[in-house]
């Protein structure tokens, strides 16, 4: 019996991640290879590479999938993995879709009709009202909506996410112009200028739930994950369990999540996202119908692969059971690696991975989608890997993240390595009293180097130049952060 | 992280030791008889070191070379030249206009993300020098300021 082809339509580590279950099952692995991506990792360990214009081309990605045999395609995250045409591109076209159906992020897509869907379903909601703002704002009828729900608000768009069209608003005599603005900013980014409000929470923390559902009325929670540690709407921090909650929220939080579940029949993984407040009640925020990135700190506390529970529900279902986990076990923690340069104003810094060393060692777990020698474009998003690591404690799981991060090494471009390494030695972080602006308004991170640092360094520096260094004639000059191989200053120095 | 690290010219000539290891890792000994695993990267004359989670980019002169003799101002960062290949996605202070210290003044994109180029004090955009659209390269200027 010829062997089944997985396609992983997507890129990266989590093709990589996809591939290693599928290999595992005894599947033939396809991947899909955009142009700059010729020389990625994911490209080295696919089985069969298919050639595409564009990781979002979806007829074209089911027209070669389907010439090439493939059986299954899974989306990862991003690009068409919440996209109902590409599902139902895929069906039509008699492959499976290894996540859930079509309908169901029809349903969830949208933030209005999620939000009516979860109220319907007894999910709390953040107080909220829809609003139509066309043209000139319509000043009256924003007022008394607003004073209904309570300052400070959130400004929101319906059509989409990652700031965009997002606006606060402390008091009345913002509303008018903050709601034009949010709206014009809407137009552009989504094509749809329709705003809701929202009573906003000051200093929130971001809490999900992992679910996976039969498709068929029951599904499980498999616990919660913190994503609370994010800059400019990007996570980079993220644990399992959640430090710090009361059994009561922990219980409302998983029934909330199973109504979801169960009310919209949910198929394969989704994650679930509420935001709490301070005093630990908890709303709504949106759910993902997809596997997300961060998932990886949810296999750790339950002992779960959860590639491999979506590969089973859609290609041997009458072989699949929902899983059965009683509580977590231990702490984990995963950071994310970008090519960028937090002491340059996170700008990004693509390059070639010169020099490649990821730790290892019990309770670490390193998911890459990097090698040494490849050169990283401008093309893709910029996280290059994820250091996972799980430990019987919190505490625990901070030191070992922290000795994870001291043995990691990527030399030859810019990376947020040692913002990460910064973070692990927080003790707000250690003591988990952080919100989600957080890293933005109050982590104070010191690039340039300490008094201990330059000693060290230059006696590093002149044991590699074979000279010694006499520490009183020792001059340093630290120089503001320069730091690119390519960048060339400009003669007539700074402006 | 950059740094420059200028070594004296009276130095003493015992050697520290610096042994490579396999697995491209090296080994340092330092003055009070501790080690520290490194890993060591040279590109286009700069040194790059990972040592123990921070990474640092070094430039290694002699004192009394002409690099060492230079100021701090010509090996300060210009923020109006590009840094990494990207692309002009928005112009957000017009040639001519008044800008105060912080306000963005255009906005590039590259790996997805959003990177703004921000006047480093209060002054006017005499001139900016890239269409939106307008793809970019390291070492391009971007705005001529004052």
Not at chain 1, 115 to 124: D, F, S, T
Not at chain 1, 305 to 323: A, C, H, M, Y
Not at chain 1, 462 to 483: D, T
Not at chain 2, 68 to 80: E, I, K, N
């Amino acid at each position: 019996m010829a062997i089944k082809k997985i396609l992983v339509a997507n890129r990266s580590e989590i093709a990589c991640r996809v591939f290693q279950t599928a290999r595992e099952l005894g599947y033939w692995t396809v991947a899909l290879c955009a142009p700059g991506d010729e020389q990625a990792r994911h490209i080295t360990y696919a089985d069969e590479v298919i050639r595409v214009t564009s990781y979002l081309d979806h007829a074209a990605i089911v027209a070669e999938a389907k010439k090439a045999g493939v059986h299954a395609i899974h989306p990862g995250y991003g690009f068409l993995s919440e996209r109902s045409v590409f599902v139902e591109a895929v069906e039509k076209a008699g492959m499976i879709f290894l996540g859930p159906t079509g309908a169901t992020m029809d349903a969830l897509g949208g933030k209005i009709a999620a939000k009516e869907l979860a109220e319907k379903l007894g999910v709390p909601t953040l107080p909220w009202a829809k609003i139509n703002v066309q043209g000139k704002a319509k000043g009256t009828d924003l007022k008394s909506v607003a004073q209904n729900l309570g300052f400070p608000i959130l400004l929101k768009a319906a059509a989409g996410g990652g700031g965009k069209g997002m606006r606060k608003v402390t008091n009345e005599s913002e509303l008018e112009s903050a709601a034009e603005s949010a709206s014009a900013e809407a137009v552009s980014a989504f094509g749809d200028g329709t705003l809701f409000l929202e009573r906003l929470i000051e200093k929130p923390r971001h809490i999900e739930i992992q679910v996976f559902g039969d498709g068929k009325g029951e599904g499980v929670h498999l616990f919660e994950r913190e994503c609370t540690l994010q800059r400019r709407h990007q996570k980079v921090w993220e644990e399992a369990p959640a430090p710090g909650l009361s059994e009561k929220t922990r219980q409302g939080l998983y029934e909330a999540a199973l109504k979801l579940v169960r009310g919209v029949k949910y198929r394969s993984a989704g994650t679930i996202e509420f935001i709490l407040d301070e005093k630990g009640s908890f709303y709504f925020l949106e759910m993902n119908t997809r596997l997300q990135v961060e998932h990886p700190v949810t296999e750790e506390v339950t002992g779960l692969d959860l590639v491999r529970l979506q590969i089973e529900l859609g290609l041997t279902p009458e072989k699949f059971s929902l899983p059965e986990v009683d509580a977590p076990r231990g702490h984990s923690i995963e950071v994310r690696l970008y090519a960028e340069d937090p002491s340059q104003g996170f700008m990004p810094t693509p390059g070639t991975v010169h020099s490649l060393s990821w730790p290892n060692g019990t309770g670490i777990r390193v998911e890459s989608g990097i090698e040494q020698g490849q050169t990283i474009g401008t093309g893709f998003d910029s996280m290059l890997a994820k250091i996972i690591v799980h430990a019987p404690t919190r505490e625990h799981a901070i030191d070992r993240m922290r000795f994870a991060l001291s043995q990691t090494s990527v030399l030859g471009m810019g990376t947020n390595q040692s913002y990460l390494f910064a973070l692990s030695e927080s003790k707000q972080v250690r003591a988990g009293e952080v919100y989600t602006s957080w890293l933005e308004k109050e982590f104070e991170y010191n690039p340039d180097p300490s008094k201990e640092d330059l000693e060290l360094l230059s006696q590093v520096l002149s044991g590699l130049s074979g000279s010694s260094v006499a520490r009183a004639g020792l001059r340093q000059e630290a120089v503001g952060s320069e730091w690119s191989p390519w960048q060339k200053v400009s003669p007539k120095g700074v402006v | 992280m950059s740094i420059k690290i200028v070594l004296p010219e009276n130095i003493k000539r015992e050697a520290i030791s610096i042994e490579e290891r396999p697995g491209g890792w090296s080994v340092v000994t330092l003055e009070n008889g501790k080690r520290k695993w490194i890993r060591v990267c040279k590109v286009k004359g700069k040194t790059s070191l990972s040592i123990s989670g921070k990474l640092w980019h070094g430039e290694l002169s002699e004192f009394g070379s002409d690099r060492a003799q230079s100021t701090g101002a010509d090996h300060a960062l210009d923020v109006f030249v590009s840094q990494f290949p990207g692309k002009v996605r928005k112009i957000v202070s017009q040639s001519g206009s008044k800008v105060k210290k912080g306000d963005s003044i255009l906005l590039l994109e590259a790996m997805k993300m959003e990177f703004a180029i921000k006047a480093p004090k209060d002054g006017t955009v005499m001139s900016v020098l890239v269409k939106e659209g307008q793809l970019v390269s390291p070492g391009d200027r971007l705005v001529d300021f004052e």
